[in-house]
């Protein structure tokens, strides 16, 4: 990523968003500048999270901070899960839909750190649906995919209204 480049925010209908990322083999220099980039990004529209497919980045890197910290997350996986949870969740790549989703309600979640450094985080609640949130982006799993079938209804139109947005602002450019 050249440095000046600003980094700008997908929205569904993107095919990166869909894709699985790749995992980062060795991190650099070029991934710390971007996980510090995204972090920008995240507290500049007030997210609580972002994963690179967001940027359009298809690397397996992600930020959080829900008010508690900032974890800069390379290659973070679950490694377990305990009990249920579901919130109402939000999506900047998904703007102006909410979709109720089921969760864990606890995840430990082992992953590097922008050093390389092994990081083990266990997070539940809150902390615990954005960090399964996140990790979804790496999946290319949106919220919009795990909504019920009910909610799929509900929500069926806005969402054929920003794809078709999304669309338009790419024959743009
Ligand atoms: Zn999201």
Redesign the pocket.
């Known amino acids: 990523m050249p440095e000046k480049t600003k980094l700008s925010i997908k929205t569904v209908g993107e095919s990166v968003l869909a894709r699985k990322v790749r995992e980062v083999p060795a991190v650099t220099d070029e991934h710390r500048r971007l996980l510090s980039a995204m972090a920008q990004v995240m507290y500049e529209v007030k997210g609580v ?1 972002l ?1 690179a497919p ?1 940027v359009g980045i298809e690397e397996s890197l992600a930020v959080i901070d829900i008010g508690t910290g900032l974890y800069k997350l390379v290659n973070p996986r679950i490694v377990s899960r305990r009990g249920r949870q579901s919130m109402e969740e939000g ?4 703007p102006g839909i909410g979709v109720r989703v089921r969760r864990s309600r606890s995840v430990v979640v082992e992953s590097l750190d922008e050093n390389g450094k092994p990081l083990r985080i266990e997070a539940e609640g809150l902390l615990a649906t954005v960090f399964q ?2 990790l979804d ?1 790496l999946n290319g799993t ?2 919009v995919d795990r909504a019920s079938v009910i909610e799929r209804l509900r929500f069926k139109k806005a969402l054929v209204a920003l794809k078709n947005r999304t669309r338009t602002a790419q024959d743009q450019t």
Do not use: R, Y
């Open positions: 999270g994963a967001q999506c900047l790549s998904v949130h996140e982006h949106l919220i």
